[in-house]
């Protein structure tokens, strides 16, 4: 139940959260409650211009919705589409990222990728995301990229190629 007037919620929850330090673990939350949450309301700051594009598995793919986050000095960009919206890519990198090139064999890594298409998310195994210029007093970011990604809880693949960025973050 939502009491908008002062600002409280109440309600159940369920939620899975993967441990990603390399074990996979899962902890799952099941007929969670929460009693007269309280709330405020803001507009958030998106933050976030530019395109990313790439050809995923042959088809190319363009996307020009950018929000992100920074949090700590690390980065987190996720792209997106409104003509695709079951499509998108996340980049984390930390803000202070120097220009060359990055190996995006592990998710646990500074730089990593992960590609979603529909309900599958793939996390990037092998590839190079090569960082050409880093503007951090206009947040500006441009570069290139290429990888293969595997999905994390099934055996689906991907391969993809000619990727590019130039975005506000």
Known sequence: ANDADNQMISGSFNAVFYN???????VVL????VIDLPYTIETPDLGGAGTISFTADGTNVVLDQIFSSNNSGMV?????????PTTSLTMSFPEDVAPGDYD??????DVSVTYTSGSQVFFS??????VSANNTDTDQLQGTFNLTGS???GSGTVTITNGSFDIEY
């Open 20 to 26: 990603l330090d390399g074990s996979l673990d899962l």
């Open 30 to 33: 099941q007929d969670g409650i």
């Open 76 to 84: 987190q960009l996720t792209a997106s589409s409104v003509s695709n």
């Open 104 to 109: 995006l064999s592990s998710i646990f890594s």
């Open 125 to 130: 195994d092998s590839g190079t995301l090569t």
């Open 151 to 153: 999905e994390l809880l």
